[in-house]
């Protein structure tokens, strides 16, 4: 069974609960240092006895300039990080910076208090936290990643999160791509890293070694700006119709690479959905997704039955529909 369909295996019986490398978030977060001076960052789905999140903030809160760092955990964790005891209840962690000038932060530096409700993001009393923060930055479970951005989105929060490529195809997602609401950010290396995890049964074995777990696919989904998105694909291919044919049910031609683009055809071109990771709004505009159907519309009247990124019969993989900027 590949990484990718346990992933999914994992999040359709919710264990998904990925724990990430603090190798990855700096080589992420290091892109965004201008952000955070003065702002306070929330890492709401984050278990403290092993948030790399927590560690990555709280290491690094004064060279950042944060002003306050919050940490919510789910209930039933043990709090074994700051004391020796088990918690029956959800907790949330506050970090305000270091008090005797060790620049680091001491168990005597962070409050740790209890929640009244389990800890769950969607909750009363997490939400009250989420509307004090600036910046959410953490790694969502990715069985509810759809309901969690939804939530950032209805509050306007700034957020940097880690998601599988599989989310580009959900419905709500891909709207707020098309729409230059959320973007992908520098990315991980090869498109796959080694997460943390507890769990040790079939759902999440692949590739499992000292507790960690290879999936790839895997990206981080950001609403700030960032050097890349502002980077112009360089092209040098030119459009001839033996090479980029239509698809058989959608009026586009296909570009099986990024790097293929050609930069003379005006008209709707299908790519790859790794396409997103060098997009520049300024350079291209979305128009549609396509798989089965069209990942904004849905199957239609005129479209049921047939499988719209198919070329000559062929079926092929997840594509976006893109045009140069101004055709």
Same mark, same amino acid.
């Given at each position: +069974?590949?990484?990718?369909?346990?992933?999914?295996?994992?999040?359709g019986?919710?264990?998904d609960?990925?724990?990430t490398q603090? #190798? %990855?978030?700096?080589?992420?977060?290091?892109?965004?240092? *201008?952000?955070?001076?003065?702002?306070?960052?929330?890492?709401?789905?984050?278990?403290?006895?092993? #948030?790399?999140?927590f560690?990555y903030?709280?290491?690094?809160?004064?060279?950042?300039?944060?002003?306050?760092?919050?940490?919510?955990?789910?209930?039933s964790?043990? +709090?074994?990080?700051?004391?020796?005891?088990?918690?029956?209840?959800?907790?949330?962690?506050?970090?305000?910076?270091?008090?005797?000038?060790?620049?680091?932060?001491?168990?005597?530096?962070? &409050?740790?208090f209890?929640l009244?409700?389990?800890?769950?993001?969607? #909750?009363?009393?997490?939400?009250?936290?989420?509307?004090?923060?600036?910046? /959410?930055c953490?790694?969502?479970?990715? #069985?509810?990643?759809?309901?969690?951005?939804?939530?950032? +989105?209805?509050y306007? *929060?700034?957020?940097?999160?880690?998601?599988?490529?599989i989310?580009?195809?959900?419905?709500?997602?891909?709207?707020?791509?098309?729409?230059?609401?959320?973007?992908? &950010?520098y &990315?991980?290396?090869?498109?796959?890293?080694?997460?943390?995890?507890?769990?040790?049964?079939?759902?999440?074995?692949?590739?499992?070694? %000292?507790?960690?777990v290879? /999936?790839?696919?895997?990206?981080?989904?950001?609403?700030?700006?960032?050097?890349?998105?502002h980077?112009?694909?360089?092209?040098?291919?030119?459009?001839?119709?033996?090479?980029f044919?239509?698809?058989d049910?959608?009026?586009?031609?296909?570009?099986?690479?990024?790097?293929?683009?050609?930069l003379?055809?005006?008209? =709707?071109?299908?790519? =790859?959905?790794t396409?997103?990771?060098?997009?520049? =709004?300024?350079?291209?505009?979305?128009?549609?997704?396509?798989?089965?159907?069209?990942?904004?519309? &849905? =199957?239609?009247? %005129?479209?049921?039955?047939?499988?719209l990124?198919?070329?000559?019969?062929?079926?092929?993989?997840?594509?976006?529909v893109?045009?140069?900027?101004?055709?």
């Amino acid at each position: +069974m590949s990484s990718n369909l346990k992933l999914r295996k994992a999040s359709g019986v919710k264990k998904d609960e990925f724990y990430t490398q603090l #190798s %990855d978030i700096e080589n992420e977060l290091k892109h965004y240092q *201008k952000h955070f001076r003065g702002k306070t960052v929330l890492c709401n789905c984050d278990d403290p006895r092993i #948030s790399n999140f927590f560690r990555y903030f709280a290491l690094n809160f004064e060279k950042l300039k944060l002003k306050k760092l919050i940490t919510t955990c789910y209930k039933s964790q043990q +709090m074994d990080l700051f004391s020796q005891n088990d918690s029956e209840k959800a907790i949330y962690l506050e970090y305000v910076g270091d008090k005797n000038n060790n620049k680091l932060p001491d168990l005597n530096d962070i &409050g740790v208090f209890h929640l009244k409700s389990d800890g769950d993001f969607r #909750s009363e009393e997490c939400i009250k936290i989420l509307k004090q923060s600036d910046i /959410v930055c953490t790694n969502p479970p990715f #069985s509810l990643f759809r309901e969690y951005v939804a939530q950032l +989105m209805k509050y306007k *929060k700034k957020y940097i999160i880690i998601g599988h490529q599989i989310a580009i195809t959900y419905k709500p997602i891909f709207k707020l791509l098309k729409e230059n609401k959320i973007w992908l &950010g520098y &990315g991980f290396r090869g498109g796959a890293t080694h997460f943390m995890t507890n769990y040790k049964d079939e759902a999440v074995a692949g590739n499992h070694k %000292d507790g960690m777990v290879r /999936v790839s696919g895997v990206n981080w989904f950001t609403n700030l700006d960032i050097d890349k998105r502002h980077e112009d694909l360089i092209l040098y291919r030119k459009y001839n119709e033996k090479e980029f044919p239509k698809y058989d049910h959608y009026d586009a031609i296909n570009v099986n690479k990024t790097k293929d683009i050609p930069l003379d055809y005006k008209k =709707p071109m299908g790519v =790859p959905i790794t396409f997103l990771d060098k997009y520049n =709004p300024k350079q291209f505009e979305i128009i549609d997704g396509l798989n089965r159907y069209s990942m904004l519309d &849905g =199957p239609t009247d %005129d479209t049921r039955g047939k499988y719209l990124s198919q070329v000559n019969n062929k079926k092929l993989f997840t594509r976006i529909v893109i045009k140069h900027k101004g055709c």
